[in-house]
């Protein structure tokens, strides 16, 4: 996939309307409790800026299910925009209308605007399938999507955070600006260079980490990985699926039982195709899931009453081991309840285990969410080569799904 990026085109005198991820996590006051997101969108921001272009940016924030929420508004989002450019950003009390339209049409070149949350319209999340099968939903998704697009000359999509949805502001605002230019910004295209390299192309031994709570949520991963890497590493909640699928007992641990049979399955397909998949050799178990719980560690079977939290000692040295001569590295979910000490330390070993692997030369790369956080907290985010800002939409890069978002963008 190779799309033409905001560096590929003319944005002089031009009104360029760009989908943002300014998903920013607020606290009960409305303040900005992590910026990272606006940050890291300012690349693309300041050169559309810089080379004359009028810029309309768009973003949804939270969930406000297609109501006006003032504690989901954008304005802090404009607010610490405006400080972070040294210049006033222009804030709408709503994304359409006539106000808006107007705003826009009076923007010069260096003006910088943002649209209030998309999801504040219902029209935003109305999905394409939906749409296809429902005549009035269809029409309220075009005539919302073709009020944003009579904004602007130009679209830019540079959030790789939704890029796996097909929202109205992602695809049919793209869809109805046919034969006008499309292009991604330099957030997406470093997410495709990382993420499509990676897989198309990685330097061996290439080693994938898989943690978090189910199973079922990463057997689109495994599958598609199971011929590219050469060894697997299964970490978190999802392990004891595998554990009880070979007839061990998990006791009171995390398990789904009606992906038993697809554990066997997939545990076959690794040893059909070499590929190592490695499982922790001890766990750290407790009874009770609460901060400095007591807990101890085992080898085989968990009793009745405790539950697994985390991976041991000994599969954290196992995990680092398999590391340590890796060149190709990604990783996506924990190796336990990560949020709570001390059943966090299974996910530290492993996100330094990275960290000292990439110094060596490994190429890594962590596909957001909660290992992002986790790598973050540890302050080891400047010792990894790449942290995606999308933890759904890495997770689908690497099950090898299409983002139709991307695919109606302009090529190269």
Not at 71 to 92: H, W, Y
Not at 102 to 118: F, I, R
Request: net charge negative.
């Amino acid at each position: 996939m190779t799309k033409k990026t905001v560096a590929d085109i003319d944005v002089k005198g031009k009104k360029v309307l760009m989908r943002c991820d300014f998903n920013v996590p607020l606290d009960e006051d409305c303040n900005i409790t992590s910026d990272d997101r606006i940050v890291k969108a300012l690349p693309t921001i300041k050169n559309i800026l810089d080379r004359g272009g009028a810029l309309i940016l768009m973003s949804h924030l939270d969930r406000p299910e297609g109501q006006r929420n003032e504690k989901m508004s954008l304005a802090p989002v404009a607010k610490r925009l405006s400080q972070l450019l040294g210049a006033e950003v222009i804030f709408t009390d709503d994304c359409i209308g006539p106000e808006t339209k107007e705003k826009a049409q009076s923007l010069k070149a260096g003006d910088c605007m943002l649209l209030e949350n998309l999801r504040f319209h219902k029209e935003e999340t109305i999905k394409d399938k939906a749409a296809k099968e429902d005549t009035q939903l269809r029409q309220a998704k075009d005539n919302f999507a073709k009020e944003l697009a009579d904004l602007a000359d130009i679209y830019v999509d540079d959030a790789f955070g939704t890029a796996h949805r097909d929202n109205a502001s992602m695809y049919t605002v793209p869809e109805v600006m046919e034969g006008k230019p499309r292009v991604i910004g330099f957030l997406i295209e470093k997410e495709l260079k990382f993420l499509g390299k990676t897989l198309s192309d990685p330097e061996k031994p290439f080693v994938a980490i898989l943690g978090g709570a189910k199973v079922s949520d990463k057997i689109g991963v495994i599958e598609n990985l199971i011929d590219k890497v050469d060894c697997i590493l299964i970490g978190g909640a999802m392990a004891y699926t595998f554990y009880k699928a070979e007839g061990r007992t998990v006791g009171n641990s995390l398990c789904e039982d009606d992906f038993l049979d697809k554990a066997t399955e997939l545990v076959k397909q690794a040893k059909d195709t070499e590929c190592e998949m490695v499982f922790p050799v001890d766990t750290v178990v407790t009874k009770k899931l609460e901060p400095n719980a007591e807990n101890k560690v085992v080898t085989g079977d968990i009793e009745p009453d405790w539950q697994g939290v985390d991976i041991g000692p000994e599969s954290r040295k196992l995990f680092a081991e398999k590391l340590e001569s890796a060149k190709t590295i990604v990783w996506n979910g924990p190796m336990g309840v990560f949020e709570m000490s001390p059943f966090d330390e299974g996910t530290k070993a492993v996100a330094i285990a990275v960290a000292e692997a990439t110094d060596k030369g490994a190429q890594s790369i962590i596909g957001g969410g909660d290992s992002a956080s986790a790598v973050e907290k540890l302050g080891l985010q400047d010792k990894i080569s790449h942290i995606s800002t999308g933890g759904g939409a890495s997770l689908e890069f690497l099950e090898g799904k299409k983002f139709v978002c991307l695919e109606i963008l302009d090529e190269k």
